[in-house]
Structure formats: C-alpha cells, structure tokens
C-alpha cells in the first residue's frame, strides 16, 4: 500500500501560517492503529467512526486504504471545508459527514479521536460513544503529549471499563478505550446556567468555550452594552437593521441584545457546531429563539457584503492549541465586509493584542469605550 501524502494537506479555508500545518504525528499513530485494528477485527469501513478530524488527516487515509463508508464528525465548519477539499485534491470518496448523534456512532466497532481541549467535550464524545456504537466498540483517541492529563483518563474511565494509555511516541500518545459502560438515560450536555446580573441564562455543549459561564471577555462587553443601552437601541431603530454576533460562541452578546432590543433582526453565527448547538439552546431557553438566527458559517461568509448595521465581536486569540492572531483578524476583516457605510462593530479583545489598529484599517474610525486591566473595548464606525 502506498503510504498516504499527509503532506498534500491543507488547512484553507482555515488560517494557514508556516507554523500551522494541516495534520500532526496523532493523525499518524491513530490511522497505524486503526488499520492494524482492522484488519485484526475484520472492521470494515462502515463500522468505523472519526470524531475530531481537524482537515482530513484521519478520515482521507483510512478510505485510501480501501476503508470506504467511514462516518466522520467534525466541530469546525472550517475543518469540514477542508476535508472536502483535500478529498477532492486527491480524489478520494467514500466517507460520510455526520453530527455528533447516534446516526454517527449507531453500530460503530471502532471510533479514532483527536482528544479535545476541554474535558467537557470529551465527556460528552466518551458518553456519545458508550450510549450508541457497539457493544464491543474500541475507541482510539490520541493527543500531543503536553496537552494530555491523567484528567482525560479518568473522564475515559467512566464510560469505559477498561483504559490503556500506550507508550508515547513521537510526542504524542494513544489511550485505547474498550467494553462501553452503561450510560444515564439523559445525555449529560447540554447544561445551563442563570446570570441574573445580566438577564440571562446560558446553556453550552460540551465543546463551547467557557461551557455555560460568561467568560471574562464576553462579561466586559456585556457590561458595556449595558451601559450603553440607549445607543444600541437608537441603532436597532434604522430601517432594515440588522446585527450580528459573530463568533457567537453559546449566544450571550446575542440574546442580551435579542432582549434590549425586540424589533432588532439578529444572526448568531459561529463555525463550531457545538457553539451552534448551544446558542440555540440559548435563545430558547431567553424566548428570543424567534428573532435570533443562528448559524454555522465561517466568519459569516453566508451574510452579503455591506447588509449589517451592527457586529458584536469578541475574536478568539487561540487556534487550536496554538496562539495565533490569524483568527481574530479573519474576523475583524469579515466585519469591515459585512458592515453598512455607518455601521459600527462593537469589540472586546486581549488588551495586548494590536486589534485596534486592525479595526482602524480594517473598518474606520475606531475609539475604546472602556479598558480593564486584561482587556479593551472598541466602537468602530464603517468608513
């Protein structure tokens, strides 16, 4: 069998920097494992499932190895956008997307994942594997080393009876999960929590960031909406306004606004589905479900060029487990496109990050309504 060109592969249309490339030395381990398991098994690629595929560097060589019919889930609509791509580029087929339910893992006997950031979303992917594939599933889930805790095993040891961490190799490490335990009748996610000193309830997936917290950012933007109340609502009064929350996260600049602001047409858009997911939980849970719109889009691709009188942003400086600046300004140059002449982009970011000189070339005039000692926000008005 020819080895697999992971060197083919790309990120795009996620950033791309010479320091991020489109698959690790995890990818490798868990594709060698998974064909050894195969074959060992006689699994074939309809009872294989795929969770945390970044751009294709585990679903595309398990089906060059002739494993067709493979279910993947992807969170990030930029990953999913590049698996299609790269499968295209080296005409491969033969997988199947999927959501993280039981159409994913129904019957499934083994189950490759890239081991998540949170242990939140990792309870919930190890509960979605124990509640619906076979009873003699194996999943394989690896990870670079330095990101790995005994936490994930003992997260793994609930919902699997037997947990085996492998030897590392390469920097990274495979944890094989066999003999799913059973599983409560109620999926554990999603959760939710009031914030009364916002008006609030929030309710988040087991991969949205800061679960159903306000994360600190999200808090000091809120806080300034707050005070600002009269502006924002003398905006929502133009005709055909319309606001956006981009990178909604679980929805809450959104439903606050959604609440200040009954006539206002609202989009929440993100590109992770768990982010998705949870902002409509969001919006049901505040009764505002019918005048949010929210989306899964890459950095509102779907919304035409100058049709937005108002962004809420609060851009993420993570990428991955990397910290890049290529994500936040991705989406500070998707503001100044959407945004109407006279439209204003509302933001809140890293103090010592440089994006007030990105929102003033990127958008217009731009002036910092408050600053904390962690971070600054903006008001910028489109040129």
């Not at 998705?276 to 890459?298: F, H, K, P």
């Amino acid at each position: 069998m020819p080895e697999f060109p992971y060197a083919r592969l790309r990120r795009f249309p996620d950033v791309e920097a010479p320091n991020l490339q489109a698959w690790d030395a995890t990818d490798e381990l868990l594709v060698a494992a998974a064909l050894a398991e195969a074959a060992d098994r006689d699994i074939d690629g309809s009872a294989i499932s795929v969770i945390g595929d970044g751009y294709g560097a585990l679903t595309l060589p398990l089906v060059a190895a002739g494993l067709t019919g493979v279910r993947v889930h992807q969170d990030l609509v930029t990953g999913r956008r590049a698996l299609t791509r790269n499968a295209a580029a080296l005409d491969l087929t033969g997988f199947a997307p999927h959501e993280l339910d039981a159409e994913l893992l129904s019957g499934a006997r083994l189950v490759l994942l890239q081991l998540p950031k949170g242990l939140a979303e990792l309870e919930e992917i190890a509960d979605a594997v124990a509640r619906w594939a076979a009873p003699d599933a194996v999943l394989l889930a690896g990870g670079r080393v330095k990101h790995m805790t005994l936490a994930q095993n003992e997260v793994l040891a609930r919902f699997f009876a037997r947990v085996q961490p492998q030897r590392g190799e390469r920097k990274s490490r495979l944890i094989v999960a066999a003999e799913p335990r059973p599983v409560a009748a109620d999926p554990p996610f999603p959760v939710s929590s009031p914030h009364p000193e916002f008006g609030l309830t929030l309710c988040a997936y087991g991969g949205a960031f800061a679960g159903d917290r306000v994360d600190i950012g999200t808090r000091v933007l809120l806080e300034v909406m707050r005070e600002r109340a009269q502006d924002l609502v003398a905006l929502a009064r133009r005709d055909g306004f319309t606001a956006v929350d981009l990178g909604c996260g679980t929805g809450a600049l959104a439903a606050s606004l959604a609440v200040a602001a009954p006539q206002a047409r609202i989009i929440a858009t993100d590109r992770s589905a768990a982010a998705v997911r949870s902002a409509r939980a969001t919006m049901a849970a505040n009764g505002v479900a019918d005048r949010v719109d929210v989306t899964l889009d890459d950095a509102g691709s779907e919304i035409p060029d100058g049709s937005v009188d108002l962004i809420l942003l609060n851009p993420p400086f993570h990428l991955g487990a990397s910290v890049h600046e290529g994500a936040g300004r991705r989406l500070i140059d998707a503001a100044a496109r959407m945004l109407r002449p006279g439209g204003e982009v509302w933001t809140v970011f890293n103090s010592h990050l440089d994006h007030r000189r990105a929102l003033a070339t990127a958008v217009g005039q731009t002036v910092q309504l408050t600053r904390t000692p962690k971070f600054t926000v903006t008001r910028s008005v489109r040129r």
